[in-house]
């Protein structure tokens, strides 16, 4: 950096601000999460949508769209070799009370 400021005819060498270091430590993170949960996850789905930027609220319904048609045939074969982690849409059982006779006033005067 000290010869490229006293040298007029050298390259320049760009310096990262702060905001660019904070950028990259932020992207970094975030890629080791994101590596993280996709090896702790049953199913990881990436839709390819990097082409839309994070403000392109106008592109939401191509986005969805996209994202399902990506996503339905991975999902629906994980469905086929997982069936067992998929509920079956009925409801579990009720819980069953106990069905120990619970003495009124009128069995009080009474033996067996």
Do not use: C, H
Request: glycine letters at 4%; hydrophobic letters at 35%.
């Amino acid at each position: 950096v000290l010869w490229n400021s006293m040298n007029p005819f050298s390259e320049t060498v760009r310096i990262p601000s702060m905001g660019d270091l904070s950028d990259l430590l932020q992207w970094v993170s975030s890629d080791r999460n994101r590596r993280n949960n996709s090896l702790i996850s049953d199913l990881y789905l990436v839709p390819p949508v990097g082409e839309y930027g994070t403000l392109e609220y106008d592109k939401m319904d191509i986005i969805v769209e996209k994202s399902y048609k990506y996503a339905k045939p991975i999902v629906d074969e994980w469905v086929k070799q997982n069936p067992w982690l998929i509920s079956n849409g009925k409801r579990a059982p009720k819980a069953t009370t106990s069905t120990i006779p619970v003495p009124t006033s009128n069995d009080a005067g009474k033996s067996e």
